[in-house]
């Protein structure tokens, strides 16, 4: 089973023991998108949509799902977050999500930035759900991560 770092000897999942590495300032930005209906963007630009400002729930939301991460995903370790700083954007399509996590530990903050833009992008799910019941959460990736052993990393 080596070859596989969250699995022990016998093929058991385990948690990565990160004591020996470098504690480094890390940081990782991940982006996503909620496409919806153009009535459900012209709703959103003009502050119709009925359960209120979608785009300030959905930053605080994401912001707590980035503190919430090693809750959510069972084998991440728990970080002390420096910064979490969720952008979104209301385009043509939909709503774009970005957000930039930043730590300074032994491990990295990739998957606290996929769970911002995740929370961030179900929020405003709920939020838009009673204008648009099909919206779609879409292109949920790693934009760019830097610090630790592997150093700078960009999505081409």
Known sequence: MSGFSHLDDTGRARMVDVSDKAVTARTATAAGTVVTTPECVAALRDGAV????????????GIFGAKRTADLVPLCHPLMLS???LDLAVVDRGVDITATVRTAERTGVEMEAL?????AALTVIDMIKAVDRAATITDVRVLAKSGGRS??????
């Open 50 to 61: 009925p359960k209120g400002d979608v785009l300030a729930v959905a930053r605080i939301a």
């Open 83 to 85: 910064a979490v700083e």
């Open 151 to 156: 150093g700078e990393w960009r999505r081409d």
């Open 115 to 119: 769970t911002a833009v995740s929370v």
